[in-house]
């Protein structure tokens, strides 16, 4: 079931998910979700955790690799060719969210016991209800504003986004342009890709929603 909550950090074992790329239009939609108890509570602490926005690159990859170390954690990645599948299928990008969430919430479920799993409100907040399986229906899920403040979602916002991050580096070398980060200023690079190949070679790079898209196929 569903509840909201404003009482954070929460207490006791539980789950926190975030994402990374939902406001990039290249690259992947990376959902991770991390696992808290007592002990890694603990460990996360010293770690000194804020948002992935908040913080710079270098110190997301640099948290990352610590909050792996740290804690049970899941990372899923939707890659924009996958990206652009779904969103056809679901229409909406808070349902595609929903999907991405409820598959880290369930995927980290078969090795942990949580009770709870929390994340950012976002959309209808049935929407991740809907998307999980057997599993994930059989615990508590809050949303709330904010939700990094506790500190199972603040790494699970950093272990997001070095991933990110580390699928953006990637799929620039495979097409040979440097991908930039955000949705402002990326319009030439996408005109470019456009130029070099079409619609087939955005559509593995780059989230054709956007708007970027139309304005780089409309005439100069």
């Known amino acids: 079931m569903i509840e909201q909550t404003p009482d954070l950090p929460l207490a006791g074992p539980h789950i926190g998910v975030d994402e990374a790329g939902k406001?990039?239009?290249?690259?992947?939609?990376?959902?991770?979700?991390?696992?808290?108890?007592?002990?890694?509570a603990a460990r996360l602490a010293a770690l000194s955790l804020r948002e992935s926005k908040v913080i710079t690159d270098q110190r997301a990859r640099q948290l990352a690799q610590a909050v792996r170390q740290a804690c049970q954690h899941e990372v899923v990645q939707i890659s924009p060719a996958r990206y652009n599948q779904l969103y056809r299928k679901l229409g909406n990008l808070n349902r595609l969210l929903a999907w991405g969430h409820a598959?880290?919430?369930?995927?980290?479920?078969?090795?942990?016991?949580a009770p709870v799993a929390l994340s950012d409100q976002f959309g209808d907040p049935h929407y991740i209800e809907q998307s999980l399986m057997q599993?994930?229906?059989?615990?508590?899920?809050?949303?709330?504003?904010?939700?990094?403040?506790?500190?199972?979602?603040a790494a699970a916002s950093v272990l997001a986004r070095a991933r990110f991050l580390e699928s953006l580096e990637r799929l620039s070398a495979e097409v040979g342009v440097a991908l930039?980060?955000?949705?402002?200023?990326?319009?030439?690079?996408?005109?470019?890709?456009?130029?070099?190949?079409?619609?087939?070679?955005?559509e593995r790079v780059a989230k054709v929603h956007?708007?970027?898209?139309?304005q780089a196929l409309a005439p100069e």
């Open 103 to 113: 598959r880290a919430i369930e995927n980290l479920l078969a090795r942990v016991p």
């Open 210 to 214: 956007f708007r970027t898209t139309r």
């Open 180 to 202: 930039p980060k955000g949705a402002t200023h990326v319009l030439p690079v996408a005109r470019q890709l456009l130029a070099a190949g079409g619609m087939p070679l955005l």
């Open 135 to 153: 599993r994930g229906r059989q615990i508590r899920l809050l949303q709330t504003p904010r939700a990094e403040r506790d500190p199972a979602v």
């Open 23 to 40: 406001g990039d239009y290249f690259g992947y939609l990376v959902v991770a979700a991390v696992y808290v108890d007592e002990a890694a």
